[in-house]
């Protein structure tokens, strides 16, 4: 099981930027795909952006041009680049780890952005 912990979150304003940070126990060469979720109050767990072993990415329509998903497998970290952040921006951001068969999760972090 590979372990995932999530930071780099915090409060901004609207239009400001932060970069999130997701340190994985083992190698994420042989993850299948690596992505981040997010979740707001009262509202579903929702894809963000994901980045494949073979660097390839998909992004969520309400962020793309915004965020940027990034992948450093020296350092076993991806990253979320988030620009021109919105109030509905706001919600807890999640780490995932995608095998074939299996998923894990980190703890999240919060991004707040204040209007």
């Known amino acids: 099981q590979v372990q995932l912990v999530e930071s780099g979150g915090g409060l901004v304003q609207a239009g400001g930027s932060l970069r999130l940070s997701c340190a994985a126990s083992?190698?994420?060469?042989?993850?299948?795909?690596m992505g981040w979720y997010r979740q707001a109050p009262g509202k579903q767990r929702e894809l963000v952006a994901t980045?494949?072993?073979?660097?390839?990415?998909n992004y969520a329509d309400s962020v793309k041009g915004r965020f940027g998903i990034s992948r450093d497998n020296a350092k076993n970290t991806v990253y979320l680049q988030m620009n021109s952040l919105k109030p509905e921006d706001t919600a807890v951001y999640y780490c995932?780890?995608?095998?074939?068969?299996?998923?894990?999760w980190g703890q999240g972090t919060q991004v707040t952005v204040s209007s």
């Open positions: 083992r190698s994420i060469s042989s993850i299948n795909a």
């Open positions: 980045i494949t072993s073979g660097s390839s990415t």
């Open positions: 995932n780890a995608k095998y074939i068969v299996s998923q894990y």
